[in-house]
């Protein structure tokens, strides 16, 4: 059941102080896209351009998430993508996992209000807070988890495929199983 409409999710996060990540931003990052998307995107936090921007995945990992997205047929629009904390961490590194659980219910309710069928959540973060502290992404990146009828695909975060090209075969794998997946789910729908 939900509880929240849009507008009163994006003012609680605008004023939320659940954790000390917001003392050292510009902005917040809510997150943005469509809100009645099949597909969510989920990554770690805001880095400093998004920081400046207030929006989610527009620095050198969010123009490399737009290609790859074009490259099944997808435009950003199409997609929410949202990350585990809206507020940037100071010098970008791993949230905590307090931070992390302090953020959560924003998740919940982005989760909620989208009502996605598939999501891909980027990097360890996203699979860690989202499936379980337990998996690891090099193993559990590239197979599908499924959770009341909703499609888990963890997969590489862009910015570990800008320092790593290597991973880059095995992220445009999972990119064409998102899109056989949408595939399979539209022609399947009644
Ligand atoms: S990271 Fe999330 S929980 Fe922490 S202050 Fe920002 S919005 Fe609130």
Known sequence: MI???WLELLQDIQ????????ENIQNKVPGQGNPNARLMIIGEGPGAQEDR???AFVGPAGQLLTRMLKAI???????????VVKCRPPGNRVPSKEEADACKPHLRAQFALVQPRIILLMGSTAL????????RITSARGKWVER?????LPTFHPAALLRDEGKKRDAWH????VRDKLTELEESSP
């Open 3 to 5: 509880r929240i409409s």
């Open 15 to 22: 004023s939320c102080k659940s954790c000390s990540l917001h």
């Open 53 to 55: 921007e207030g929006l």
């Open 73 to 83: 047929d997808l435009e950003r629009d199409e997609v929410y993508i949202a990350n």
């Open 128 to 135: 860690q807070q989202v499936l379980s502290p337990d998996m």
């Open 148 to 152: 009341k009828g909703i499609f888990f």
């Open 174 to 177: 999972d990119m064409q199983m």
